[in-house]
């Protein structure tokens, strides 16, 4: 078993997908075993994406992902960290294969409508990062 922190980000509650994304996790044999709507701060985005502190893109990534509110997310299931990110697709839509929820969706490389952690460390950090155990429901 395994879990990944994903999140509709700003755009993706703008276009009402919270039911698409989450019903496409399900509907690959995910289960949401946690969930909360969330405004981030600018510094809590700062804190989830510190990652990426450096590269270019941080500046403008951190306003987008606290400009609106978003999904938070834990999903559960057997490789649920490659499942969630088969089912998102590329970071930049363009790049993403057919069927994807960033090709279906996304406008652009930086709004690309959903996050899902990109290995188990970061899924460790990133979950305990929004929720603790008695916010998780296994
Ligand atoms: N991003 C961006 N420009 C880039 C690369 C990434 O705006 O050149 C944004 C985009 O929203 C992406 C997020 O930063 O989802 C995190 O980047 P990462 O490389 O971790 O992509 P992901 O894991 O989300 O596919
Ligand atoms: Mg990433």
Redesign the pocket.
Known sequence: MERSLSIVKPDGVKKNLIGEVIGRFEKAGLRVVALKMARLTKKQAEGF?AV?KEKP?FL??TEFMSSGPVVLMIVEGEGAIGKVRELMGA?NPVDAEPGTIRKDFADS??S?IV?GS?GPETAAFETGYFFNSLETHS
């Open positions: 994406y990426h893109f403008s990534l970071t490389i930086e690309n996050h990109d």
